[in-house]
Each structure stands twice: as structure tokens, then as C-alpha cells.
């Protein structure tokens, strides 16, 4: 029987280099760019390696997902359709960018690779007792634990309704880009605080594998919300949402507790048709938040623009080297946003006062200059003063991040790090090693993944620091538990 396993496994490695060889040979051959046929060849690998074993590397294959559509999108469309690329400068530069793309996806490989030997064939030695999800599910405190978080996400979710419909009225009277330099809520903060908690009672909900029917009205809802988030003119919120929704369907489908299926063939044409369709209202989307007359084109063509528009954040990696000499040199820019909660958490500033010269709530010359934000450097030095100052921005990039602060070796130990904590927290999704709060930090942090190929490095960490997380947690469980208690004692 192992030596079977051994035959299938080398046999799978043998598949995925096949795959890839022949996929770069090709590219070469059709004259792509050799450096970026090593990257795009590499996220293949590293694609099909999710594929293989979706179910314990699902998590994996949503960041590839992000990872393609931020960072390698515009550039595919480049050497395959002809499209321009923004801030190309010139060939150093973009082999450059790809020479660190390949890098990065390299390291994500091989450390998601190790953490799954070690998950297999080191720790998984050790013999455990193996509930059914079942059992899991229907466990007492499992079933007081759904009740109050999912009334929690209820009584909470009409405050987070306000507080995007706040930020939606203040975007439609002055426009996008002010959204960035000039908003201030006028939602009081009791009313933001309760908004904030209505996810995380969402998220500790979906943790105790609810049945389908019950999961309904909550996944409706929060759909709603995600949906309502384009009213503010931003499509990130909008896209992670769905693709939240896309990872917990496809997680029950896989577990099949309950015996129920999540993903009928229904449903698959559906989002075959669909998500085309949605990629092109995005595309046409960016447009309209702008005031923009939107450009005429093909079906497919509308489809490039949409991944030549997402794959911007492969050109901040460009404009680090570009404008690197001109940056903060003592700014830790992959820890933006542990420093910005150090200076401005309120618990900390009772012990410490920081005098940073410039405030974190808007575009300015002084946090672009001085802070430690590479989104805010990188927009200024990249856009004209008065666009950046009206809220216009290039956004960051985890892996630009990492190479100005430590160089090639940051990228590589950065990755590695990705890679082992994504196969690390999707093995929570076994019975043997799942918890209600192991689950609800895993759905928490989804969006962090999700998000990191345009964001800051140690955006799989701020989550942790929130402290509407904690409260969250700690009056449902708190809760729960009394609950359980006064029932055992009956």
C-alpha cells in the first residue's frame, strides 16, 4: 500500500513537471518573455499542486487566484494580447518584477509543499480519535454557540448597513477619490463599534457548520452587504466577499456533513455564465466610479481590460526599484500596518505617546514622505501631487514591501512564511484539529490572503490586533458557555 502511495505520489510530481515544461516551452516558442514564462510556468505548478488535493489546499488556491489576477494578470496580457503595461519603464524593470514574481512563487511552493509533509508524515503520527463532522456540529455547546452568533449577527448587522450606507452618501455627493482625503463618518462610534462586530458574529456562526437551510438568511445577508460595499465605489470589499462565499461553499461541499449537497450542477452553469458577466460589470464599474465615459470593446476584450486594470500591483514592484533611492530609509514598510496600530490603538496611548508628524486618515505629502506606508510613497512619487493629494493612489504590494525592507532573502522568507501558515490554518478544516476558534480566525483571516498580493505584508497579522475581534469572540463565547453551564446545572 505505501509503496502504491509512492508510485501515485512521484507519479502526480511527474504530471505537474510535464505540465509545466511543456506549458513553458510553448511560451518561449510563441516569443513570451522568457522571465515571465518562468513565473507564469511556476504559478501553474503551484496551481495544479492546489488542485491535487483541493480540500486540504484550498486556502492555497484562492491566494493563487488573487496572486494571478494582481500580480501576473497584467503582465499575461501583455505578452499575450498586446496590452499596455503600466509604469514599464523599460525591459530591466519588468525583468525585474518578474524575476521576484518567480521567486515568490518558487518559495510559496516549496514551503506549502514541507508544511505538507510535515502535516502528513511527521505530525500526522500521531494517532488521534476521529470525529465526524457531524458530531462536531451537533456537540451541545457547538449548538448554543450557533444560536447566539447567529442573533449576534443579526442584531448587529443592521449597524454595519449604516455605516456603508454612510460611507455610500458621502461618496455619491463628492465623488470617489474623496473618499480617500476628505470622509469623516458621521455614524457615532457605539453605532460603528456594533457595525464592525456583525462580521465576526457572521464568521463564528459559519465555524459551526450550520446546515444549509439555516446558513441561508445569514449568507443572503452578508452577500447584500458585500454587494452594497459598490455603493461606496470600491470593488475590493465587493470581490472578497464573493470570493469568501466561493471558499466556504466549496469547503461544505467537500466535507459533505450532513449528507447535503452545497454545489448542484445547477449551480455550476450558473456561475459559469456569471462570473464572466462579473468581471466585465467590474471592468465597466471602474469607469463609472470615476465619472468616466466607458470604453467601447468586445466581449473578450472587456474581459482583458478587466485583468489589465486588476494587474496594477505587479507595477509597484517597478516603481520600488524606480524610486527607491528616494524612499524613507528607516520606514518598515512590510509592518505598516503593526506600527500604525501601535501609534494610534487607544490602550496603547494611555502608557505611550507618538509624535509622528502627520495623520494616518488621509493622503499627504508628510505621511508619504515620512511614514512607512509604501502605498502612500509610491503614489505620490508615481502620480502627479495634486492626484495623489485628491485621493488617487497605485496601492501597495506585499512582495515590494519585503524586497526594499530585507532584499531578495525578505521575499523569499516572507513567502515561505505564507505558504507554511496557509497550509498550516487549512488543516484546521479537519475534524481532528478543528475548534470553533481555530474556524472562525481561519474565515477571518481569508480576506487578509485574499487581499495581501496588493496590500501590506503584515496584513495576515493586523486582523489579530482588532480589538472589535476580540470583543466579539468574547461575549458570544462568554455567552454561550454561561448558557451551557446553567443548562448542565438544571
Not at 509503496?3 to 513537471?17: F, H, Y
Not at 452587504?225 to 461606496?232: D, N
Not at 502608557?351 to 505629502?365: E, I, K, L, R
Not at 484539529?433 to 496588493?454: C, D, N, Q, W, Y
Request: a positive charge.
Amino acid at each position: 500500500m505505501e509503496a502504491m502511495t509512492i508510485e501515485r505520489k512521484s507519479l502526480s510530481i511527474g504530471a505537474l513537471l510535464v505540465v509545466v515544461w511543456l506549458f513553458f516551452g510553448l511560451s518561449v516558442v510563441f516569443g513570451i518573455d522568457l522571465y515571465f514564462a518562468v513565473a507564469m510556468s511556476l504559478w501553474t505548478a503551484a496551481f495544479l499542486y492546489a488542485l491535487s488535493n483541493i480540500e486540504k489546499r484550498m486556502l492555497f488556491a484562492v491566494f493563487l487566484v488573487a496572486f494571478f489576477t494582481f500580480l501576473l494578470s497584467g503582465h499575461f496580457v501583455y505578452e499575450y494580447f498586446g496590452e499596455p503595461l503600466n509604469y514599464y519603464f523599460n525591459y530591466d524593470f519588468y525583468r525585474h518584477s518578474n524575476v521576484l514574481l518567480s521567486i515568490s512563487l518558487i518559495c510559496l511552493l516549496l514551503s506549502q509543499m514541507v508544511a505538507d509533509y510535515w502535516q502528513n508524515h511527521v505530525r500526522g503520527r500521531a494517532k488521534k480519535r476521529q470525529d465526524s463532522w457531524e458530531e462536531y456540529a451537533n456537540r451541545e455547546i457547538i449548538r448554543i454557540i450557533r444560536a447566539v452568533s447567529r442573533w449576534g449577527f443579526y442584531l448587529t448587522f443592521p449597524f454595519l448597513v449604516m455605516t456603508v450606507l454612510d460611507k455610500a452618501l458621502f461618496v455619491s455627493g463628492s465623488g470617489y477619490a474623496a473618499y480617500y482625503v476628505e470622509y469623516i463618518s458621521s455614524v457615532s462610534y457605539p453605532v460603528r463599534l456594533l457595525g464592525s462586530m456583525a462580521p465576526y458574529a457572521f464568521f463564528v456562526f459559519l465555524a459551526t457548520m450550520p446546515k444549509k437551510l439555516e446558513a441561508l438568511i445569514p449568507l443572503v445577508l452578508y452577500a447584500l452587504q458585500g454587494a452594497a460595499t459598490l455603493l461606496t465605489a470600491r470593488r475590493i470589499n465587493f470581490v472578497t466577499v464573493v470570493l469568501f462565499l466561493i471558499f466556504y461553499v466549496m469547503m461544505r461541499q467537500v466535507m459533505g456533513i450532513y449528507g447535503e449537497n452545497w454545489i448542484s450542477k445547477k449551480t455550476v452553469l450558473l456561475a459559469v455564465i456569471v462570473f464572466p458577466l462579473m468581471l466585465i460589470f467590474l471592468y465597466q464599474f471602474n469607469y463609472t466610479r470615476l465619472g468616466q465615459m466607458e470604453e467601447e470593446g468586445s466581449f473578450l476584450g472587456q474581459l482583458i481590460g478587466f485583468f489589465r486594470q486588476q494587474g496594477i500591483s505587479a507595477s509597484v514592484i517597478r516603481l520600488e526599484k524606480f524610486y527607491g533611492i528616494y524612499l524613507n530609509p528607516d520606514a518598515p514598510y512590510s509592518f505598516y500596518g503593526i506600527v500604525k496600530w501601535i501609534r494610534t490603538n487607544s490602550i496603547v496611548n494611555l502608557f505611550a505617546t507618538f509624535d509622528y508628524g502627520y495623520s494616518y486618515a488621509q493622503n499627504s505629502v508628510a505621511i508619504a514622505v515620512q511614514g512607512n506606508s509604501l502605498a502612500h510613497a509610491m503614489s505620490y512619487m508615481a502620480l502627479a501631487l495634486n492626484r495623489y493629494q485628491q485621493g488617487f493612489g497605485v496601492g501597495s504590494c506585499y512582495i515590494a514591501e519585503l524586497f526594499y525592507d530585507f532584499g531578495i532573502w525578505g521575499v523569499m522568507v516572507g513567502n515561505m512564511v505564507y505558504g507554511a501558515m496557509m497550509s498550516w490554518m487549512n488543516r484546521w478544516l479537519e475534524v481532528k484539529r478543528a475548534g470553533i476558534l481555530k474556524l472562525t480566525l481561519l474565515f477571518v483571516v481569508f480576506e487578509s490572503f485574499v487581499k495581501a498580493p496588493r496590500w501590506n505584508f503584515d496584513i495576515i497579522v493586523t486582523p489579530f490586533l482588532t480589538l472589535a475581534m476580540w470583543a466579539t469572540l468574547a461575549l458570544i463565547f462568554g455567552l454561550s458557555h454561561l448558557i451551557y453551564a446553567r443548562r448542565r446545572s438544571v
